[in-house]
């Protein structure tokens, strides 16, 4: 069974850190695409930033640019999301999904997304 685990979400000051982690199972790695979404009370969920887990090309939504990084170890089946300079309006769920080709092209947020994790809460006291 394909599956996405999130871990690594908790309450953290502005300004502070968190690493997110995304471990896949059940499912060939290289196959897709990463992307990590997220959803804070009230608002759509939102793509956040997306990885190809073959070439490691990288993408990210503006309001996350130089603060939050991206990575993938696929020995491990694992992409992660470095989460530094937090702010409070970065509290949402964060959720993983994988992303099927044309992976992270343009538009990739609002495209077809194969399965999605359960999500985990960040919170950003401010």
């Known amino acids: 069974e394909a599956q996405l685990v999130e871990s690594g979400g908790g309450l953290v000051q502005a300004g502070g850190s968190l690493r997110l982690s995304c471990a896949a199972s059940?499912?060939?790695?290289?196959?897709?695409?990463i992307g990590w979404f997220r959803q804070a009370p009230g608002m759509e969920r939102v793509g956040v930033s997306c990885?190809?887990?073959?070439?490691?090309?990288?993408d990210y939504a503006d309001s996350v640019k130089g603060r939050f990084t991206i990575s993938s170890d696929n020995a491990e089946n694992t992409v992660y999301l470095q989460m530094n300079s937090l702010k409070p309006e970065d509290t949402a769920v964060y959720y993983c999904?994988?992303?099927?080709?044309?992976?992270?092209?343009?538009?990739?947020?609002?495209?077809?997304?194969?399965?999605w994790g359960q999500g985990t809460q960040v919170t950003v006291s401010s």
């Open positions: 999904a994988s992303v099927p080709d044309p992976y992270c092209a343009d538009g990739w947020a609002t495209g077809l997304i194969g399965f």
């Open positions: 059940g499912f060939t790695f290289e196959h897709y695409a």
């Open positions: 990885i190809d887990t073959n070439d490691h090309s990288t």
